[in-house]
């Protein structure tokens, strides 16, 4: 086995979840992962921890979503109440054997399943932000995602673990440097009322007064490399064009531009999937207002992947989330959908209060 899957699992176990003697632990992820999801129970043991496994067969959930009536998708089961309720930490594995999956269902199946786990959804993001929750989205590199990226599958492990520094004698101590220089930034940005995103296609103002910016690195996403916030709902004006497609449950958006008025999108287009891109807007009220505003500082990401939990962290990028709101940061919308998309700035600015802060792809402060 690649030596690079019990670096990264002991630096999963130990940095990222600060996982404890005796907590509960689930650990997730398709039959695809299963090397990564051997190494982090291992470690979890080894610990003294409660760790235990749920194997995903997306085959289950292509045809839970095409066949199950109203009632069964509104039904939630009692040990998924538990689970949320009970455990002391989630680590969630992403890696596929096929990342299209649910391209045949319905988009309106899909936001319909979603709307209904709602309240599910709001109490992790509530236990994540009173930190009675640790927990971690991590993804173990795979064909189907190589092929998304359009890599060989070596290629796509080298690109994987390099985003996170696990190549490096101590990965921990890069982290440590990266949540250090962005707790810098975060406390200047919570000082901030109004800000400004310039770029092409792209005028976008908001108002963040209040709300509190995040420092993300690695411990809630891993690689990771982002600080963001919650913008005040109703403050969102103006315009953004998305540089790159927008991915979101197996389907990929191209050319997404989104105008805002008192925080609301009010008009959207795409060039590819528009249908989507609207069914996912209309999935319910929250859905077309913004629920985070990020930049992205991981410059080790060099390029777009088509691949979320990286395509965001790309130094040099911002990305908004429509739909849902992260507790930590004080923001208050509420949905089932939370979408990230992806906007280019290395021609571009961001103008906090008045005065430039960040320039062509840096940070100016």
């Known amino acids: 086995m690649d030596p690079r899957v019990d670096k990264l699992a002991k630096l999963l176990i130990h940095y990222s979840l600060k996982l404890k003697k005796g907590q509960l632990l689930k650990i997730q992820g398709e039959i695809s992962t299963l090397p990564l999801i051997k190494a982090t129970f291992k470690e979890a043991v080894a610990i003294g921890a409660q760790p235990y496994t749920k194997i995903i067969i997306p085959e289950n959930e292509e ?20 689970e949320i309720n009970k455990i002391d930490a989630l680590l969630v594995i992403w890696g596929s054997q096929n990342t299209r999956g649910l391209s045949g269902v319905e988009p309106k199946r899909q936001a319909q399943a979603r709307r209904y786990m709602t309240p599910l959804i709001n109490k992790m993001f509530k236990r994540i932000g009173d930190n009675s929750l640790s927990w971690c989205g991590t993804l173990f590199p795979t064909n189907a995602e190589a092929q998304d990226a359009e890599m060989s599958l070596s290629d796509w492990e080298d690109f994987v673990y390099g985003a996170g520094h696990i190549g490096a004698a101590d990965p921990v101590k890069h982290w440590k440097k990266i949540a250090k220089e962005q707790n810098r930034l975060a406390k200047i940005l919570n000082r901030t009322r109004n800000i400004h995103f310039l770029s092409d296609d792209t005028d976008l103002k908001m108002v963040v007064k209040g709300r509190k910016w995040i420092n993300c690195a690695g411990t809630e996403n891993f690689p990771d490399g982002e600080i963001f916030t919650g913008p005040i709902e109703d403050s969102v004006e103006g315009h953004i064009h998305f540089t790159y497609p927008a ?119």
Not at 66 to 74: E, H, I, M, N, T
Request: hydrophobic share 35%; glycine share 10%; charged share 25%.
């Open 247 to 365: 991915v979101y449950m197996g389907k990929i958006v191209e050319d997404v531009r989104l105008e805002f008025k008192k925080g609301k999108v009010v008009k959207e287009s795409a060039g590819k999937n528009q249908k989507f891109l609207t069914s996912m807007l209309n999935m319910d009220k929250g859905a077309r207002y913004v629920g985070e505003i990020a930049v992205g500082t991981n410059y080790d990401i060099k390029h777009f992947s088509k691949n979320i939990l990286f395509d965001e962290k790309i130094g040099g990028t911002i990305h908004l989330a429509v739909g849902k709101s992260i507790d930590e940061s004080g923001g208050k919308n509420n949905s089932a959908l939370h979408w990230d998309m992806i906007c280019n700035m290395k021609k571009g600015e961001i103008v906090a209060d008045g005065k430039v802060i960040y320039r062509n792809g840096k940070f100016t402060i």
């Open 63 to 82: 045809t839970y979503l095409k066949l199950a009536s109203d009632k069964q998708l509104q039904y939630i089961s009692p040990t998924i109440r538990t």
